[in-house]
């Protein structure tokens, strides 16, 4: 089983700013089989990202992702209100597919 | 609406049963493999199962296999989720979700609201 590890495990950023969030996982899982979900509290997680840097319909644009091999991030400019939840990430690779241990993202 | 609605969910004694449904609409289900994913009271994200969109490939997390069985009815755009031999730390909101297999990524893409089950004596 492939273990995904995000860091970092929480973090607070201002309305406006820039947030990081890394994802690694323990081998190589290429280049198109990372997703990254956002999760607010009481809801279902929506798809943001899939294929590693594939914007998801209706997602905006300030929501961005990179990586390969087993290094990956998800990077939220202009921070919006909207923004601050909970993120994952998860690996299609290969089965059973995983997800990371979540990235909250909380108001300063 | 495309849209996935869950139920069957409650509260059940270790040991017991409980069957999970889940509703697609705006869209056809059997165009998709459908997945089961729960997440533990404070925790993190779990998939549990996937099924092929003609029922013929089944995968299981191990710590389900077993004691789940998923099944689809195509014909009323259901999934369905058989939970038996169930355990304390069963306990979670389980969600179905669509599987873009098709599509780069392999992502889920549509998720239901979650449907909450709790194990308890």
């Known amino acids: 089983e492939i273990q995904m590890t995000q860091s970092p495990s929480s973090l607070s950023a201002y309305v406006g700013g820039e947030v990081t969030i890394t994802c690694r996982a323990s081998?190589?899982?290429?280049?198109?089989?990372l997703n990254w979900y956002q999760q607010k509290p009481g809801r279902a997680p929506k798809l943001l990202i899939y294929?590693?840097?594939r914007l998801e319909s209706g997602v905006p644009s300030r929501i961005s992702g990179s990586g390969s091999g087993t290094d990956y991030t998800l990077t939220i400019t202009s921070l919006q209100p909207e923004d601050f939840a909970t993120y994952y990430c998860q690996q299609s690779y290969t089965l059973p597919p995983t997800f990371g241990g979540g990235t909250k993202v909380d108001i300063k | 609406q495309v849209q996935l609605v869950e139920s069957g969910g409650g509260l059940v004694k270790p040991g017991g049963s409980l069957r999970l449904s889940c509703v697609a609409s705006?869209?056809?289900?059997?165009?998709?493999?459908m997945t089961w994913i729960r997440q533990a009271p404070g925790e993190g994200l779990e998939w549990v199962s996937y099924?092929?969109?003609?029922?013929?490939?089944?995968y299981y997390a191990d710590s389900v296999k077993g004691r789940f069985t998923i099944s689809r009815d195509n014909a009323k755009n259901s999934l369905f989720l058989d939970m038996s031999s169930l355990r304390v730390e069963d306990t979670a909101v389980y969600y179905c979700?669509?599987?873009?297999?098709?599509?780069?990524?392999?992502?889920?893409?549509?998720w239901g609201q979650g449907t909450k089950v709790t194990v308890s004596s």
């Open positions: 294929a590693s840097n």
């Open positions: 979700a669509r599987d873009q297999v098709a599509r780069a990524g392999d992502s889920f893409d549509l």
């Open positions: 081998q190589n899982i290429g280049d198109f089989y």
């Open positions: 099924i092929s969109k003609d029922g013929k490939t089944i």
């Open positions: 705006g869209f056809s289900s059997s165009d998709y493999y």
